[in-house]
């Protein structure tokens, strides 16, 4: 089958899976020490492929892969595992315990969470079928506690063949002899994370969080030159002002203090290039006032002064 290419299959009972081994990141094999684990079924592991230092210090490289096709006896549980993992339903239920809350899984649901967090998942009915990918990388923390730490783990894709293709071009990029092998497989895990993104399962309270940014963002656009502060921000919102500076920066990229500086600075450059008000005066017109302040944060975004942009487009 297609999914199987470039694997070697395992079958496992119980005895067999106290004894299995992997491989560190530098190529050495270990005995697996990070958590407790029954493996009851086949699994389609793909051959460790090492990945030189220096690239391991600057991408996304790939860990560990393998189709699990597991019986009701399956079951993992660890924490300190220095590693992220994407996991996804092919077939069959599967159970997550995650920092603190159960989540069930079936076909085309997948989660992604930090092994350094407990964690503990297993199979939930007689049989689940699911891929793992363990990766990691300079940047990976980066990813996760920037865009997923704070939600569910959960993902859902209603054409499971599509994270699965997703899934296979990352296995053949590991593969492939080509030079830019891992700089094309850090490439395509971070296509698979905006597509996890993109597929997010939101709870409730996400979704009511993001409507209230949604609507902050508006109130902001029509309101920008005015003086606004964190707290009437957060007190708009209905939220503490720690709370709104996380929500706002997951749902926008940017904290309230950068979005509001952005769309005063996005104005000012529509007025410099569209009218002949002198710059200072455009500066307290789009809520900067103070003329040193206005060119060094013009200065700062646009690298060159509100007088140049000006040169420069006329």
């Not at 704070?150 to 080509?178: Q, R, Y």
Request: aromatic share 14%; charged share 25%.
């Amino acid at each position: 089958m297609e999914k199987y290419r470039h694997l070697k299959e395992h079958i496992f009972d119980e005895d067999s899976s106290r004894k299995l081994s992997t491989y560190a990141d530098d190529g050495k094999k270990e005995d697996i020490k990070a958590g407790d684990f029954l493996l009851h079924g086949r699994i389609y592991s793909l051959p460790h492929v090492p990945v030189p230092p220096l690239f391991m210090e600057h991408v996304l490289y790939l860990q560990q892969y393998a189709v699990m096709d597991m019986d009701a006896s399956f079951y993992t549980h660890r924490k300190n595992y220095d590693s992220f993992l994407i996991l996804f339903t092919l077939a069959g239920c599967g159970s997550l315990k995650y920092r603190g809350k159960d989540y069930l899984l079936s076909e085309g649901d997948g989660f992604l969470i930090d092994c350094r967090d407990e964690h503990s998942y297993h199979t939930a009915g007689g049989r689940w079928e699911h891929i793992v990918l363990h990766f990691n990388g300079r940047d990976a923390t980066f990813f996760y506690q920037t865009y997923f730490a704070d939600g569910s783990p959960l993902f859902h894709f209603a054409n499971p063949a599509h994270c699965h293709t997703l899934i296979s071009e990352i296995v053949d990029s590991v593969c492939s002899m080509k030079a830019n092998r891992d700089f094309c497989t850090s490439i395509r895990i971070q296509t698979l994370l905006a597509q996890i993104w993109d597929h997010r399962i939101e709870s409730a309270v996400e979704n009511e969080t993001a409507d209230h940014i949604r609507l902050l963002c508006k109130y902001i656009e029509n309101h920008f030159s005015e003086a606004l502060t964190l707290k009437e921000l957060a007190a708009f919102c209905g939220f503490h002002p720690s709370y709104l500076c996380r929500a706002f920066k997951k749902e926008t990229g940017y904290s309230p203090k950068e979005y509001i500086t952005v769309l005063r600075l996005e104005q000012a450059k529509e007025l410099l290039y569209s009218t002949s008000i002198p710059a200072y005066k455009v500066g307290v017109l789009v809520g900067i006032p103070d003329e040193t302040n206005f060119t060094r944060l013009f200065k700062k975004y646009f690298h060159e002064t509100p007088g140049e942009y000006r040169n420069k487009i006329r």
